[in-house]
């Protein structure tokens, strides 16, 4: 780390290389001023996690608006598991490296960049390419944020996708005011134990399932208030009532989808709100709008990343609220895995596997 950062300080902005041969992930040669080769895992062709490949990679230049990024910890989200099945919405040209967050130290920068400099510790959101060394993030398409001291680079890498979304899905979209009632659904993953802590920060009481008795203990140890063990609950509403004395929730985060949603939205209360933040069963639901009237239920989608893209100031405060209580020890990753980096593909595996508890981490 010292090595690299002792380089990267010779200059803040980017200082094009000497032209040199280098070798892509396919294997020709190519010159190039600043590209030069890292190592990655490569998607060379769609498939199950076995078709995966550690190996040179091409990083790009850093550009007008680029930071290059020394990554020490990159975390494993679920469209990792679809991206590299060609099961996600947006399909990238063959080969390529799939990763969604990194998080790392930047040790060079842009001339359009002023509100970074090298050696800043920060998170990146890049959407793909993530699982490398070394990764260029490119303002504004990416989100890179610089984060705290005290925060440590595998807590980096599991934070602004997952706490990001949970954050928006909750304050924007869901508008949770303290002393309301929020059933998180999927909450022993990833963007489910945030959901469990970003809506206890917020005041509201928390109802977490998930399923067996381990992933309950981690949504417990989340903070959730009352746990329900889907696998053993015949009828979760009637839970939901009987814990809510009558009730119902006024908020219900569906991280998990599936075929048949009729007993969650029966866990609303009166103007309940239901949001739609991602299907981790494998199957999109359809549901009767009729449900909807009887208990004058809104349906919210969430869309985390274009949200964010659109609304910048509005993500960065939601950033900023979520660090200051990372450092008050009210929203902490529960990292249930860590992998080395020559085993990302195992990762993804246990991510498809449905074996997460918390998120999976993978360092240098």
């Not at 924007?172 to 134990?193: I, K």
């Not at 949504?219 to 009532?241: Q, Y």
């Not at 980096?341 to 993978?362: N, P, Q, S, T, W």
């Amino acid at each position: 780390m010292a090595e690299r950062l002792a380089v990267a300080t010779a200059s803040r902005s980017c200082i094009p290389l000497p032209q040199r041969p280098m070798m892509t992930a396919m294997g020709a040669h190519t010159d190039s001023v600043e590209p030069r080769a890292v190592r990655a895992l490569i998607c060379a062709e769609l498939g199950d996690e076995d078709r995966l490949r550690i190996g040179p990679w091409a990083v790009s230049s850093c550009g007008e608006h680029g930071v290059r990024i020394a990554v020490e910890a990159m975390s494993v989200n679920f469209p990792d598991v679809l991206v590299i099945r060609g099961l996600y919405q947006h399909k990238p040209d063959l080969p390529f490296v799939p990763g969604c967050e990194a998080a790392g130290i930047v040790t060079e920068i842009g001339p359009g960049i002023d509100d970074l400099s090298v050696g800043d510790r920060v998170v990146a959101l890049v959407g793909r390419g993530a699982f490398a060394t070394e990764i260029v993030a490119t303002r504004p398409q990416h989100q890179i944020h610089r984060i705290p001291d005290a925060m440590p680079f595998d807590h980096a890498a599991a934070f602004n996708l997952t706490y990001g979304t949970s954050m928006h899905a909750l304050r924007q979209r869901g508008t949770v005011q303290p002393d309301e009632t929020v059933l998180v659904l999927g909450a022993a993953g990833g963007c489910g134990s945030a959901a469990v802590q970003i809506a206890k920060a917020m005041g509201a009481q928390v109802i977490a399932v998930a399923g067996g008795p381990e992933k309950c203990a981690l949504a417990a140890r989340a903070g959730a208030d009352h746990t329900v063990d889907h696998l053993t609950e015949t009828a979760l509403s009637s839970r939901v009532r009987e814990i809510t004395g009558g009730r119902g929730v006024d908020v219900v985060v569906d991280n998990v989808g599936g075929a048949d949603i009729r007993e969650y939205l029966r866990c609303l209360a009166w103007n309940g709100r239901y949001l739609v933040v991602g299907f981790a069963a494998g199957t999109v639901p359809t549901v009767a709008l009729n449900q909807t009237i009887l208990k004058s239920i809104s349906l919210v989608g969430v869309a985390y990343g274009m949200s964010a893209g659109a609304d910048a100031p509005m993500n960065d405060a939601n950033l900023t609220q979520l660090f200051e209580w990372y450092e008050a020890g009210l929203c902490t990753p529960i990292i249930g895995h860590h992998f080395p980096f020559d085993r990302a593909a195992e990762a993804i595996k246990v991510m498809h596997d449905r074996g997460a508890l918390g998120k999976i981490v993978i360092t240098r």
